[in-house]
């Protein structure tokens, strides 16, 4: 389970959600969409353990890790 | 005719395997993105093929990808046909790639690999729907095993490349082909990471198309269940705790492989080059030859291959895990720690490599993204405890304190510890300076793709284990072969004649000296190394050490474990087992002053110079390699040599 300070709401294992904002400097918001993220994207949540500090989501088929902080500048509802 | 030919494709998509199969090379692989950083050339089937390092888009392209997108562009202005490498199981995230690689409208062949994974998972591609919309050849391989692999080689012989449709029309003004190519062709040329907006639009739009096209030739003919297993491994191996405890023991399991398994070839290789000495001795007549023969070549032909278990040992364990995809998981469990001081999970693996040997480890730093974290390792990873290390240390401890007395806990034991602990946190602390204080360009972008667990491919697995090697013994062997030989001339001759030196030792043999010493240590003494040693003898005298601990400094600069066997030849004991050496440094007197030369003082402060200094040429010569300048390895050395002679000195004032 994902917990967060700050983030409305929380995102359970294997719930899908979709991105709906990037809060992110143009530097990081161009680094996610290499990596297939954008608004628009449809992303699984794996997990995120809260010894790394890194959440696990799967993304056009990838599992794919960020950074806490990096998720927390994503903004999404879940579907 | 002869033509060349390119494999491009996102990272991971199994690229440099297919390579290796079409054209017999062995190029290194892996199970995870990154594996190829250089552009490799291979020939197949008369024709020359070129393996790109894999990226994720011609529009937005990170510094590493930026040689794979100039050489696509390059070729594509030629014409160069391509083969597009598409991994199957996230066909929709690389057919957007494909969809930019179309547009610069180059004869074309997608490949979807993976082929065994499609089938396992009830995955079924409707080709020549597919074949019919992207309008050039597909083909469905498995690059691990060749399955699929004469159809492409057939469309390679009989030039069966298509210019592809440009499936992404709805992004441009004018439906025609020949617009569509420079239009695109320029706009990659041009684009910059500051069009954010012109980016998002264009990969948007493309992944609607794409969605499309995989909507109507992909059935899923069961549940879509690829991932399920991965993420119930990785609920075991990434649990706070159970993870952690599995990690430690496949660390434990791999240390104790690489020093287990590697003792006994590296103790046929140690005696096949004393049997190959003995022979040189016995049956070369001309002095001097038999002498460089037999303790210049051998020796340093020696030094070169008795790394080779080890190293063989290492990259054979890490490419498992590698190859298994467990490689990534242990750089996702060591993040958060790591984060602490500027470096990342990908850092864990040369870090802890180093405990071996910094030499593979400096090697295995390629999957760092991070320029800056990269340069950081590499420049803090020598100060790891390395295995060259241990015969210096145990010499030198059991010098300073007496044989254990039985007890589990000893102060032997505890100084062991408290020196790999200081190595690890002196890394630590470099690396955190060298992040935050350092020139480097660095960007504190990170993520980790975690891939699927696999079974490992075991020729790419014994693969890897060859390149590794094969790399160590051609980049490094030559310097360190190079430098035992100069090491030996300034060792065998002197500036003064046989005459001068035999008059010299029988003039001490008849003085009342309390020390006595053989004609051996009385040639050393008055060799060019002997004259250096007594040369820096002022400058390390203020750290306690004297002329000949100097020439043990300057000879284990070629590595460290030398340092034992030029004390043995120094102090004439004529065989280098530990007991009698700790026997004669104990009880040593020092000519001038008729004291200990080995006290704590003396002792500690050796320690704590070989804690800190570089003292290895062959880390140097892989710290060229890998930096692409001598300036990093001599700076490194530099700092090392700061550091090392600090402490040492702090140390001697304090304890004498």
Redesign the interface.
């Known amino acids: 389970m994902l917990e967060t300070d700050n983030m409305p709401d929380i995102l359970l294992e294997n719930e899908r959600a979709i991105v709906i904002r990037l809060d992110g400097n143009?530097?990081?918001?161009?680094?996610l969409?290499?990596?297939?993220i954008?608004?628009?994207t449809v992303f699984i949540m794996?997990?995120s353990?809260?010894?790394?500090?890194?959440v696990?989501l799967?993304?056009?088929?990838?599992?794919?890790?960020?950074?806490t902080g990096?998720f927390k500048t994503m903004d999404w509802t879940r579907i | 005719m002869s033509q060349t030919i390119a494999l491009i494709g996102k990272p991971n998509s199994g690229k440099s395997s297919l390579f290796n199969l079409l054209t017999g090379l062995n190029q290194k692989t892996g199970n995870y993105a990154g594996v190829t950083v250089d552009i490799k050339t291979g020939k197949c089937i008369g024709n020359v093929v070129i393996d790109l390092p894999g990226l994720n888009s011609l529009r937005i392209t990170s510094p590493e990808e930026t040689i794979a997108k100039q050489k696509i562009l390059e070729l594509s202005s030629a014409q160069t046909p391509f083969i597009f490498v598409s991994n199957g199981m996230q066909l929709e995230d690389n057919l957007i790639l494909f969809s930019e690689i179309a547009d610069l409208q180059t004869p074309l062949a997608l490949v979807i690999n993976f082929k065994d994974e499609l089938s396992k998972n009830q995955i079924s591609i409707q080709r020549q729907e597919l074949e019919d919309i992207v309008g050039c050849p597909v083909v469905l391989v498995n690059s691990r095993n060749g399955d699929g692999l004469d159809e492409l080689r057939l469309i390679i012989q009989k030039n069966r490349f298509k210019v592809p449709h440009a499936i992404s029309r709805s992004l441009y003004d004018e439906f025609d082909d020949e617009v569509i190519k420079n239009s695109y062709f320029q706009k990659v040329q041009l684009s910059s990471d500051q069009n954010w907006n012109d980016n998002q639009t264009d990969y948007l739009k493309r992944q609607k198309t794409v969605s499309s096209i995989v909507r109507s030739t992909v059935n899923y003919l069961s549940e879509n269940t690829y991932l399920q297993s991965t993420k119930k491994w990785d609920k075991i191996l990434l649990h706070p705790i159970w993870g952690l405890a599995i990690f430690l023991f496949v660390m434990l399991v791999l240390f104790q492989a690489v020093f287990t398994f590697a003792s006994y070839p590296m103790d046929l290789i140690d005696g096949g080059f004393a049997f190959l000495s003995g022979i040189s001795e016995q049956y070369i007549q001309i002095a001097w030859l038999s002498d460089l023969v037999t303790n210049g070549i051998i020796p340093g032909l020696g030094g070169v291959l008795i790394f080779i278990p080890q190293i063989a040992i290492l990259f054979f364990m890490l490419s498992v895990l590698e190859h298994t995809g467990y490689l990534s998981r242990i750089s996702y469990i060591s993040d958060g720690f790591l984060r602490k001081f500027g470096l990342s999970g990908k850092s864990i693996i040369p870090l802890m490599s180093s405990w071996a040997c910094a030499i593979p480890a400096i090697m295995s730093t390629r999957v760092i993204d991070d320029p800056k974290e990269r340069m950081a390792v590499i420049m803090a990873s020598p100060l790891m405890t390395c295995s060259a290390r241990l015969p210096v240390y145990t010499i030198l401890i059991a010098v300073m304190f007496p044989e254990p007395s039985g007890s589990f806990i000893n102060m032997q034991g505890i100084s062991l510890l408290l020196l790999y602990l200081l190595g690890v946190i002196a890394t630590l602390v470099v690396a955190w300076f060298i992040t935050n204080r350092s020139n480097v360009e660095g960007n504190n972008l990170w993520t980790l793709e975690l891939p699927v667990y696999r079974m490992p491919n075991w020729r790419n697995v014994f693969t890897t284990v060859y390149i590794k090697t094969k790399s160590f013994i051609v980049e490094a062997g030559k310097i360190i072969f190079f430098i035992s030989i100069l090491l030996w001339l300034l060792a065998s001759f002197s500036p003064k004649s046989e005459d001068f030196i035999a008059n010299k030792y029988e003039q001490y043999q008849q003085s009342d000296n309390i020390v006595e010493l053989s004609k051996e240590s009385f040639d050393l003494e008055y060799s060019y190394i002997g004259y250096m040693g007594k040369f820096i003898e002022p400058t390390i005298a203020p750290l306690g050490y004297d002329w000949k601990i100097g020439i043990a400094l300057l000879t284990s600069f070629a590595a460290r474990e030398v340092f034992v066997g030029t004390l043995s030849t120094i102090y004439s004991i004529g065989s280098e087992e530990e007991s009698s050496i700790i026997e004669k440094l104990r009880t040593e007197i020092n000519r001038n002053t008729s004291k200990p030369v080995f006290t704590m003082a003396v002792s500690v402060s050796l320690l704590l110079f070989y804690v800190f200094a570089m003292q290895c040429m062959s880390t140097m010569a892989i710290v060229r390699k890998e930096t692409g300048s001598w300036k990093y390895a001599i700076v490194q050395f530099l700092f090392m040599l700061a550091l090392a002679y600090g402490f040492a000195f702090i140390a001697y004032i304090i304890l004498k």
């Not at chain 1, 969409?33 to 297939?36: A, F, S």
């Not at chain 1, 353990?49 to 890194?54: E, H, M, R, S, T």
């Not at chain 1, 799967?58 to 950074?67: E, H």
């Open positions: 143009t530097e990081l918001n161009q680094f969409l290499i990596h297939g954008t608004v628009g794996n997990y353990p809260k010894y790394a500090g890194l696990n799967t993304v056009g088929g990838k599992m794919i890790s960020l950074r990096d």
